[in-house]
Structures are given as C-alpha cells and as structure tokens.
C-alpha cells in the first residue's frame, strides 16, 4: 500500500451514508409529488410560503387543460397530501382555469367558493394563494370533476352533465351542488350510479 493511500472505509460507515442517501431520496421523492405544474403557474407545497410563480399568460384551451390535468392529479394524492396542499392553499389561477372549462358566470363562481368575484380577482392579479376554505372547495370540485372525466369518458360530455340541471338532484346543475360536500356526496351517488348503468 502506498504512502498516499486513503485507509479503507468502514462497513459501519458505509451503511450509514447508504441509509442517508435513501432517507434523502424519500424526501426529493415526496416534494415532486407535492409539486402541482400549471404550465403558466407554478406552486411548490413543498416550500413555507407555497407562492405561485408566474410564467406566462395562457390560451383559453390550455387554462382549460390545466384545470382538468390538476382535477386527475387529485386522485394520485394522499389524503395527508392534499390537506397539506389545501392548506397551503392552491393558486388563484385556478378558479379562472376552472371557471373557463365550465363557462360560470360571476354568481356561481361567488356562491361555490364563498368569496366575491374582486376578491378572487386581487388574490389572482396579486399572484396570491387561496385561502384554506376555497382551497378545499376547489379540492371537491376537482375529484367530483375528474370522477364525471371517468364516468362519461370525455371532458365535453362530464363538463355538460355537471353543468345541466338534473332531476335526480332536485333540478340543480350537479357543479353548484359541489358548494358543499353534502351536496358533493349527492352528486357523486348519481354519478356512480351512471357508472353502474343507472337513470342519468
């Protein structure tokens, strides 16, 4: 052995390092997952402040894309996850990409998320979060959204049957019904009765 050779390293020692490069690699597996991608607007869970950032202004058809890829991307989440996203809060960005892909007036968008339309607006102008409530009215509406995605197969047909007025719910378009999650269960019984070959 030369005299400028480095001493072996211990097994011990390399068990350890192996262990931490693991538990490492967990961590950066996790914060992607929690990484939400809206091709224009970008928010990362994973950091303290979950600020939105910006790129670029979107098509209609593209903000309308991004709210559908982040109603499936719902589905792929923990439950702990998507609490802790819904807490962070979800950027202002989206209730436009969801008010584009359901063509909603200003009425609705105030009733589903219990805020008014200037204030959604600010919270969007000034690149700012949802708060924990609409946050998690978003969340509902997505999963309920996605879930009429699967039952009908394409995203014009689920969009119209949300938005129609159905008997089987008193007469009310099934995306207002989503306010609430009482009125989201109502729904998602229809729905899953349609997937079993029920009445629409």
């Known amino acids: ?41 970008l928010m990362d869970t994973s950091s303290e402040v979950g600020r939105p950032v910006k790129k670029k202004k979107l098509s209609r058809e593209a903000e309308i894309a991004a709210f559908w890829r982040f109603s499936a991307h719902r589905e792929s989440l923990k439950d702990s996850e998507r609490l802790h996203q819904i807490k962070v809060g979800f950027p202002a960005e989206l209730i436009h990409a969801f008010r584009l892909a359901f063509d909603l007036q200003d009425c609705h968008l105030e009733t589903l998320f219990n805020a008014s339309i200037s204030s959604l607006e600010r919270r969007r102008r000034e690149q700012k979060n949802l708060d924990p409530v609409a946050s998690e009215r978003l969340d509902r509406i997505a999963t309920v959204s996605h879930l009429a995605e699967e039952i009908f197969e394409t995203q014009v047909t689920a969009t119209h049957w949300m938005s129609t007025p159905n008997k089987a719910l008193g007469g009310t378009a099934p995306i207002m019904l989503c306010e609430t999650e009482i009125g989201a269960k109502q729904v998602r019984r229809v729905l899953q009765a349609l997937g079993g070959g029920g009445p629409a």
């Open 1 to 41: 052995m030369g005299l400028n050779a480095d001493p072996p390293i211990p097994l011990s020692d390399l068990f350890i390092a192996q262990c931490q490069f693991l538990v490492e690699r967990r961590k950066v597996i996790f914060h992607l997952r929690e990484k939400i991608h809206l091709e224009g607007v």
